[in-house]
């Protein structure tokens, strides 16, 4: 799988927008980029993929970049909720759909 | 429609017994992953199986830790002879279809302690 990038923490302010960036530039032209989250002691829970153009669901929105190499997940007002470990993981359409998750990125909210 | 099941919710164990951990997919689900995750830290793929079948097995520790799923019942993961370094969270995942494409629905995981 190729490999992808993301800052290990950021930090919100509850009610305004939140962009998490995740830096792909190995990506090959059958990856799929796909969000997780992880939510404080539960499992992860999906949260948007895209694989060319942006995608906007009731949960966030999915900026793909021209070239694919980076991508940024929108969640536009951030809740004390959505604090959780965010995963940015690509997926090859012909791969096995067993996904390789990174370290992540911490996403705080402040009240 | 009811979510992913894993149960029990906690394990505890003594080194040395078997860990029997049970996930069932979500109704119409054929396909299943088992992750592993230990304390503060990320994810870490497992195995990942299709009805009576093992499909792809890379993470799977090559001694004591075995998988199954089933024509009939949950998915098992069996962890024979526990140790402290089993200590971990648990995760269980199903989805439709085999493709990359498809969604994960994650089970709310087994905490297994051994002492």
């Known amino acids: 799988d190729a490999k992808t990038t993301q800052p290990n923490s950021m930090e919100s302010n509850e009610e305004e927008p939140v962009h998490l960036p995740c830096n792909h530039s190995t990506i090959s032209g059958t990856d799929y980029i796909h969000w997780y989250r992880q939510l404080p002691s539960q499992g992860p829970e999906y949260v948007i993929h895209g694989l060319t153009s942006n995608v906007n669901n009731r949960m966030a929105s999915l900026a793909i970049a021209e070239d694919r190499k980076s991508s940024t997940l929108i969640l536009h007002r951030a809740t004390l909720r959505d604090a959780a470990v965010y995963y940015c993981i690509l997926r090859d359409d012909w791969d096995n759909n067993d996904m390789r998750f990174g370290a992540g990125t911490r996403l705080t909210v402040k009240p | 429609n009811a979510g992913v099941m894993q149960n029990p919710r906690h394990l505890v164990r003594r080194r040395g017994q078997e860990a029997r951990l049970r996930c069932s997919p979500m109704k119409g689900h054929s396909h299943v992953y088992w992750y592993r995750q230990l304390p503060e830290e990320g994810l870490k793929f497992m195995v990942y199986l299709q009805k009576e079948n093992i499909i792809d097995e890379s993470g799977m520790p090559k001694e004591r830790f075995s998988a199954e799923f089933p024509k009939e019942g949950p998915s098992i993961l069996r962890i024979q002879q526990v140790v402290r370094g089993d200590s971990a969270a648990y995760f269980c995942?199903?989805?439709?279809?085999?493709?990359?494409?498809?969604?994960?629905?994650f089970g709310p995981g087994t905490r297994l302690t051994v002492l």
């Open positions: 995942a199903s989805s439709r279809t085999g493709r990359s494409t498809d969604t994960q629905y």
